[in-house]
């Protein structure tokens, strides 16, 4: 069985799905999955119970007859500024980059569906592979890094030296002996630009991170309070964060990608007042394409500037105003298919709360007043701390 399916098939056929970049890893004994069970022990998964499956160690524990993890990359960069470019504006806070599109799970599932169905119809019976896009019991970057798709990085992103790191992965378990890529060569050197930028701490030493302390792990993923100590660090982030890879120099010249889901969505007209809408920034003609991160001067210092209401009204910067003002259903309708709603209604609210109060910005007095008025403990908790918080910052 599966004789005709051979490593250099499989990248093709991914390729051609429009993956960009596809390698094989061994389902064996990786130096990295032994690394594991002592990050767990250090506690780093904080309230992630799911990576304590002891599944998670080992692809074999999810097909026992596994031979080989198919590893799919695809981008998700678009050209927008970076978080570290743009002003702090004390009206707005900042979505992560990779959740201003659709939900990134349904693009990768339906191209790896495509591809198991294909690999499935040339290998015969017999065949099996199992299908991941982040949701099950796999240490995808492990299995990335060892299929040739980056190196994993000191931020413990997997980084490529042409994508960059903003890419998602995907993944296929397969009983399919398939002859494995070679790993990169680690490309971070001497740098620790990454260690430096992280305002919480989280990257406790290079290539490990405590996810307790990552704003990434605090705005979508934890349910409760944000530990007091680390609001302030979040500075304007209501969903994410993206500063260990927005300050790398891997990430400078990344190619980006115009694959219509991952264009930043347009916020509903309520959220802002009216304004002209000027015509969208150029990208490459062919859909899905991936061209050199290079828009035309202007129109670089015109997002960076954020002078541009398509980009202020889209969902990398929105209003906190706004974002604080949503109703559930409302969340529910604007976050539909896209990756926020993971946060949950009262997370994002919890989090804008705490932007409101790194801003300084005294118009939210009112509103933030109204939280620390209502039944919800955990908001009206974090909404007394964001009106302290408020006065310092104004008098900072
Ligand atoms: C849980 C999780 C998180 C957690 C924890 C992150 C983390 N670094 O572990 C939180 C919520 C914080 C998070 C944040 C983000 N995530 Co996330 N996340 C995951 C998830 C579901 C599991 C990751 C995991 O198992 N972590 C456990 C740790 C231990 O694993 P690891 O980092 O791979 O660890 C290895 C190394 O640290 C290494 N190691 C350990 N010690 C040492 C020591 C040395 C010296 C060396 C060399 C190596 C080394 O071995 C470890 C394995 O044992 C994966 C999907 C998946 N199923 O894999 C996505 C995933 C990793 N996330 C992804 C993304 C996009 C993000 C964010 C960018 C989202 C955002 N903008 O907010 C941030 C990035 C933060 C960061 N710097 O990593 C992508 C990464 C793509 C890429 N190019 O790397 C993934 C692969 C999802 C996907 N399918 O695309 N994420
Ligand atoms: S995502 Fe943000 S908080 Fe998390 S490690 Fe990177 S810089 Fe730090
Ligand atoms: S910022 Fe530097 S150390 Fe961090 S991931 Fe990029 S190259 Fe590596």
Redesign the pocket.
């Given at each position: 069985m599966g004789a005709m399916v051979t490593s250099t098939w499989v990248v093709e056929q991914g390729r051609a799905l429009g993956f960009d970049k596809v390698g094989v890893a061994p389902a064996a004994d990786l130096?990295?999955?032994?690394?594991?069970?002592?990050?767990?022990e250090r506690g780093?998964?904080g309230a992630?119970d799911?990576?304590r499956n002891p599944k998670?160690r080992d692809a074999r524990r999810l097909l026992p007859d596994a031979r080989s993890v198919v590893c799919c990359?695809?981008a998700?960069d678009t050209h927008r500024p970076r978080s570290t470019e743009v002003p702090l504006d004390p009206e707005r806070g900042w979505i992560?980059?990779?959740?201003w599109g659709d939900d990134?799970?349904t693009v990768?599932e339906e191209k790896l569906e495509t591809l198991r169905a294909r690999m499935a119809e040339r290998a015969g019976p017999g065949f099996q592979a199992k299908l991941?896009?982040?949701?099950?019991?796999?240490?995808?970057?492990?299995y990335?890094k060892h299929a040739g798709?980056?190196w994993?990085?000191k931020?413990?992103?997997?980084?490529?030296p042409e994508?960059g790191?903003?890419?998602?992965?995907?993944?296929l378990v397969t009983n399919l002996e398939l002859s494995p890529g070679d790993p990169l060569p680690?490309g971070c050197g001497a740098c620790t630009l990454?260690i430096e930028a992280?305002p919480t701490g989280?990257?406790v030493?290079?290539?490990?991170?405590d996810?307790r302390r990552?704003?990434?792990?605090l705005?979508?993923?934890l349910r409760d309070a944000i530990p007091v100590e680390l609001r302030q660090p979040m500075g304007r982030h209501v969903?994410?964060?993206?500063i260990?890879?927005d300050v790398c120099p891997w990430n400078a010249k990344s190619l980006v990608t115009n694959l219509p889901p991952f264009q930043p969505r347009a916020l509903p007209n309520h959220a802002s007042a009216p304004k002209p809408v000027p015509a969208p920034l150029a990208l490459s003609e062919v859909e899905g394409r991936l061209s050199p991160a290079a828009p035309a001067a202007e129109t670089l210092a015109a997002t960076v500037r954020g002078d541009s209401m398509a980009e202020k009204d889209s969902f990398l910067h929105p209003r906190l105003e706004w974002l604080a003002s949503l109703t559930e259903e409302e969340f529910r309708e604007v976050f539909r298919r896209s990756p926020v709603k993971r946060a949950r209604w009262r997370g994002l609210l919890r989090n804008t709360i705490v932007a409101m109060g790194n801003s300084g910005n005294a118009r939210f007095r009112l509103l933030l007043e109204t939280f620390a008025a209502s039944d919800d403990t955990l908001l009206a908790e974090h909404a007394r701390w964001a009106l302290a918080r408020m006065e310092e910052a104004q008098h900072s």
């Open positions: 130096e990295e999955l032994a690394l594991f069970p002592a990050w767990l780093y998964a992630l799911y990576l998670r990359a695809l998700y992560s980059r990779y959740a990134y799970h990768l991941y896009v982040d949701t099950g019991p796999v240490l995808e970057r492990v990335g798709l980056g994993q990085a931020n413990t992103c997997l980084i490529d994508l790191s903003y890419f998602f992965l995907g993944v680690d990454c992280c989280a990257l030493e290079p290539y490990v991170l996810a990552c704003i990434s792990y705005t979508i993923e969903f994410g964060c993206d260990c890879q």
